[in-house]
């Protein structure tokens, strides 16, 4: 394949849990715990995971909101996981862009459209006179297929279809090569969706952009990613192609994610996995279980789960796991037997 | 019938204008019946329950139309009456646990407030207690002597909604009308919570009405199903006959938009939005959305009958003939593949014309 355009090494941030009048810390909150894989350019790499997985953390780390505790992202040849090459090269800025889930609440409701999308252009010194603004304005409303008036009007008089349009076209001001999609049509219908995703797709095609999808809805991803990452408790669970994920899941976390999928028809029913009923609920990030996190609600956990933390290791070509049931993930004892402790 | 809306209007008068939003809702649930209204939002189905709750103030919220339940006609009812009904014969259980629980009090004073308000009166104080741990059981909750004495934000969000379950169930009522339950939580938590639902209405044989956007959850709860657009019901079927032969034009393009996990790309939706309730469009109020739309769709849409339990409004139907099964859909977006993907390939289709059978 060809050379990735992100590179994430063992990414890992932790929150410290502070309290009292000392802010003494009393233990860590693992959101993110040691995360690597890379992205392909034009590729659509989805990450799912429940609430609490740490994929949205995971996000913000790589938009730079957070600083990660450890490890590094590269990105066209900077490490950006350091905040001073960031600030030393505004390029990266301006190629890694965001689309939030809920536009009501990630545009100003006191700006029209126009002014809104103005704001990146200005930052960025993208457009130096008002006309050229206006112009570049223009662009983006029919890049993201709406009609140049709207550039008037304020948020709260467009429906959620057209507010995430305009955020997406926000997105795309600054010419990004790399869009973080933080569940970008969980707000909306089904009917809307569609039309989204349509243009998310286009837009992909004919800009040459790559996507970080994150989503809970897996119906959807089935349709919209290249390759899936299933997280769960900060750490990557299982990567591979999307047609792989799905019909042949490893890890018993997948499994019980895709056989509680609820379905519209029979034929999606049959290529769910054997139905396994979910048991309990996602821990605490803050009270991680030992071993492997997900031993306590894992239906085919065995004696060694609560002991050893398993690695990735492939199974199937790009296909890959971190579950003791495959060869090559469990540690050799005692290396990392020590469950985690804070 | 235990619950029986007939031809219900709502409409509202604001600074715009009236607007008029339900438009003859006509809506039954049986006893021991499971039955789903879905809809897009704005469709009116949060609406629908809040009229049969009586929680519509009359003079903003003009009201038209019969609500009957278990013999009685609800929007005729003294308020006082209505009290009696509501949370002892009728249940909600809200979409958001952390919203509909009340933060300061524990779980326990709040189960045992409405246990105290039991239809044949307040039972005795180790009654209600040992009560509201059966239910706290019932519901699957580990350790219920524990959860009755934390308050809610001690509880996950899977616990809280279990909760709500529990409080909505305790007093055994003859309906329960759920609203997108479990619908703020992660699929395998969403999963567990609807089976203790299922498990124990059916035990109880409570009647359901589940309101919901989700079709897969209709599809996994319900025995009958209610489709609803823009105030009006537009196809009501036996939950297996709706899914697997839809004849809505609507129904058909809502169950078309859901992506599959067939994976053959995310269907495109239906084109155009959901009317203007000022100003409505007369007759089928779909009909400015539909591909199928003739000049008959200015007059108010027939109700037929096409199969067993099975009615549409639509103007396709009445004179016996009905569109084929196979749903024109149209064409999913194809997935990036990488290597070049042809433009002519991604272009929706939804021209395709309605093929009629005798």
């Known amino acids: 394949m060809s050379e990735p355009l992100l590179r994430l090494v063992d990414v890992v941030k932790h929150f410290p849990i502070r309290t009292g009048f000392l802010m003494r810390q009393v233990g860590v909150i693992k959101a993110v715990d040691g995360v690597s894989f890379a992205l392909h350019p034009g590729e659509t790499f989805g990450l799912v995971g429940e609430s609490g997985s740490g994929k949205t953390t995971l996000a913000m780390t790589l938009l730079g909101a957070y600083r990660p505790t450890a490890g590094s992202m590269w990105f066209r040849g900077y490490d950006i996981a350091d905040p001073e090459v960031r600030r030393g090269v505004p390029a990266i800025k301006k190629a890694i862009q965001v689309v939030f889930q809920d536009p009501g609440s990630s545009l100003n409701p006191r700006r029209t459209v126009r002014q809104t999308l103005e704001v990146p252009l200005r930052v960025h010194g993208l457009a130096h006179t008002s006309a050229e603004a206006l112009r570049r304005v223009t662009a983006l409303l029919e890049m993201v297929e709406l009609p140049p008036e709207f550039m008037h009007a304020f948020p709260h008089a467009l429906s959620g279809g057209q507010k995430q349009r305009v955020a997406i076209a926000r997105a795309l001001a600054t010419e990004p090569s790399f869009l973080v999609l933080d569940e970008p049509t969980s707000a909306l219908d089904v009917s809307v969706q569609g039309k989204i995703i349509a243009l998310l797709v286009d837009l992909q095609r004919r800009l040459n952009l790559t996507y970080l999808f994150i989503t809970h809805d897996l119906s959807l991803m089935r349709n919209v990613a290249t390759r899936v990452a299933v997280m769960y408790l900060g750490k990557l669970a299982e990567l591979a192609a999307t047609p792989a994920l799905f019909s042949a899941p490893r890890h018993p976390y997948t499994r019980m994610l895709l056989s509680a999928i609820p379905v519209v028809s029979e034929e999606e029913e049959r290529l769910k996995p054997r139905w396994i009923v979910p048991r309990g609920e996602t821990p605490s990030p803050a009270r991680v279980p030992p071993g492997c996190s997900f031993h306590p609600r894992c239906p085919d956990a065995f004696d060694v789960c609560p002991r050893l933390d398993p690695v990735a290791a492939a199974v199937d070509g790009d296909h890959r796991v971190r579950c003791h049931l495959y060869p090559g993930c469990t540690p050799a004892e005692g290396t990392d037997a020590a469950p985690a402790r804070h | ?358």
């Open chain 2, 1 to 358: 019938m235990l619950l029986d809306i007939r031809n219900l209007h709502v409409s509202f008068t604001g600074y715009r204008g009236h607007s008029r939003v339900l438009n003859g809702v006509n809506l039954t649930v049986g006893r021991g019946e499971k039955v789903g209204l879905v809809g897009e939002t704005g469709c009116g189905k949060s609406l629908t329950v809040r009229a049969v709750l009586g929680l519509l103030q009359p003079p903003r919220a003009r009201i038209r139309g019969e609500i009957w339940f278990a013999g009685r006609n609800l929007l005729a009812l003294p308020p006082g009456e209505l009290q009696q009904i509501r949370g002892r014969e009728i249940a909600m259980i809200f979409q958001d646990p952390m919203a509909a629980l009340n933060p300061v009090f524990t779980v326990g004073d709040q189960l045992l407030d409405i246990i105290a308000r039991r239809p044949g009166g307040r039972p005795s104080e180790r009654a209600a207690w040992a009560r509201a741990v059966d239910i706290l059981k019932e519901v699957a909750l580990p350790d219920p002597e524990r959860i009755m004495r934390a308050y809610p934000v001690q509880l996950s969000g899977g616990m809280r909604q279990r909760v709500l379950i529990a409080m909505a169930l305790v007093n055994e009522p003859a309906l329960v009308i759920a609203d997108e339950p479990g619908t703020a939580l992660d699929v395998t938590i969403q999963e567990q919570i609807l089976q203790v639902m299922r498990s124990l209405v059916d035990a109880k044989r409570t009647s359901v009405l589940l309101i919901t956007h989700n079709l897969g959850v209709v599809r996994q709860t319900t025995d009958r199903v209610y489709v609803m657009y823009a105030g009006s019901i537009a196809e009501t079927a036996p939950t297996a006959d709706l899914f697997s032969a839809p004849q809505h034009p609507y129904t058909q393009g809502l169950l078309a938009s859901v992506p599959k996990l067939t994976g053959e790309g995310v269907p495109r939706g239906i084109d155009g939005m959901i009317p203007d309730y000022l100003n409505p469009p007369p007759g089928c109020r779909f009909a400015p959305r539909c591909q199928f739309a003739q000049p008959r769709c200015q007059q108010p849409p027939p109700w037929v009958r096409v199969g067993a339990e099975h009615d549409v409004a639509c103007v396709l139907y009445d004179d016996g003939s009905r569109p084929s099964a196979e749903r024109a859909a149209p064409s999913p977006i194809p997935l990036p593949t990488g290597e070049g993907t042809d433009e002519a390939s991604g272009l929706p289709s939804n021209t395709a014309p309605a093929v009629t059978r005798p």
